[in-house]
């Protein structure tokens, strides 16, 4: 069977119904709509199996949850008719224009919506700057999202990458009422949707994903930790200037349950104005019992107070 991706599809229907009925006259899969993103220097690839919208009003489906939330700048998403009779709800890839996001910092750390503590994979360039937060998906009993959202810094502006599949749990339906979505179903859409990412540039120049979804946020702080943690810590490593407020941050060390164990500031031992990696250093003293393992927070001083702001590096130890 043909599959309108290089692979084939589980599902006769997803691939007749894409390409007898979802393409425009002309077309044949593997065609792809070329367009320029507002501001002219973000460039793409869309295949013509998904569907555009540029308001809430052009989303030809009703689907919950939505293949995009309201918000957003661009909405590729895949036509109802490409998975009816199956658990799949929606599939999108919600692009956003995040102009509160100005600074590089910011717009790769900012949480997305509805989460706390999420580092991302980052991936440093000499010019484009990008930022991958893994499975921001979210559940309940009857219905669940899977999905990544990825961040791009063009030097001048941001952009959030939201993809996603919206499903209804099989389990729920009666035997027979409808086919199940599979995970090769599943991969084969995902497939279709990163296929708009990897053609991203920026002025010709091709943006570059990072593969991961997390990670320890080395290309923002870097903190040497001595092999046994007593009191009192010693804390030397880098940080980008951007991570200091007049100089210094603030750390702390948290118990697995949220309560605080100890907290302090760091100080910048060099020039801190920059965006480039500054030295560090600072203590912290505690008590504990026995061994006893703790996070240790890094915080980037926020003095506006906004969240889309606030960023942290998190690292787990064992307190002695």
């Given amino acids: 069977m043909r599959s309108v991706l290089a692979g084939t599809v589980r599902l006769p229907?997803?691939?007749?119904?894409?390409?007898?009925?979802?393409?425009?006259?002309?077309?044949?899969?593997?065609?792809v709509n070329r367009m320029t993103l507002a501001g002219g220097?973000?460039?793409?690839?869309?295949?013509?199996?998904?569907?555009?919208?540029?308001?809430?009003?052009q989303l030809l489906v009703e689907a919950s949850p939505p293949p995009c939330d309201p918000g957003f700048t661009y909405c590729f998403y895949l036509p109802e008719e490409a998975y009816a009779?199956?658990?799949?709800?929606?599939?999108?890839?919600?692009?956003?224009?995040?102009?509160?996001?100005?600074?590089?910092?910011?717009?790769?750390?900012?949480?997305?919506?509805?989460?706390?503590?999420?580092?991302?994979?980052?991936?440093?360039?000499?010019?484009?700057?990008?930022?991958?937060?893994?499975?921001?998906?979210?559940?309940?009993?009857g219905s669940f999202t899977r999905g990544d959202v990825l961040r791009l810094f063009d030097g001048e502006e941001c952009w959030e990458l939201e993809t996603r599949l919206g499903l209804t749990r099989f389990e729920?339906?009666?035997?027979?009422?409808?086919?199940?979505f599979t995970s090769e179903d599943e991969a084969a859409v995902l497939e279709l949707i990163w296929s708009v990412l990897d053609s991203t540039s920026v002025d010709g120049a091709a943006?570059?994903?990072?593969?991961?979804?997390?990670?320890?946020?080395?290309?923002?702080?870097?903190?040497?930790l001595p092999d046994q943690v007593t009191s009192p810590m010693v804390l030397r490593g880098e940080a980008r200037g951007t991570w200091f407020f007049e100089g210094s941050f603030a750390v702390s060390l948290m118990a697995p349950d949220g309560s605080l164990i100890a907290s302090g500031l760091v100080t910048a031992t060099d020039e801190w104005m920059t965006e480039g990696f500054v030295p560090f250093e600072g203590t912290l003293e505690f008590e504990v019992a026995g061994p006893t393992p703790a996070i240790l927070v890094l915080e980037r001083d926020n003095p506006s107070g906004l969240p889309e702001h606030d960023a942290a590096v998190r690292l787990e130890v064992e307190l002695r």
């Fill in 13 to 31: 229907w997803l691939a007749v119904v894409l390409l007898a009925t979802s393409l425009p006259a002309g077309l044949a899969a593997g065609d």
């Fill in 41 to 57: 220097r973000v460039s793409l690839e869309a295949p013509v199996e998904l569907a555009l919208a540029v308001t809430q009003e």
């Fill in 85 to 141: 009779g199956t658990n799949l709800r929606s599939a999108g890839l919600a692009i956003t224009r995040r102009q509160d996001l100005r600074a590089m910092t910011s717009c790769l750390l900012a949480q997305p919506a509805g989460w706390t503590e999420l580092q991302p994979d980052v991936r440093m360039g000499e010019e484009l700057d990008t930022s991958r937060f893994g499975d921001v998906g979210q559940g309940s009993a």
């Fill in 172 to 180: 729920n339906y009666a035997p027979g009422t409808v086919e199940e």
């Fill in 207 to 224: 943006v570059r994903w990072p593969a991961g979804g997390s990670s320890a946020l080395e290309d923002f702080v870097r903190v040497d």
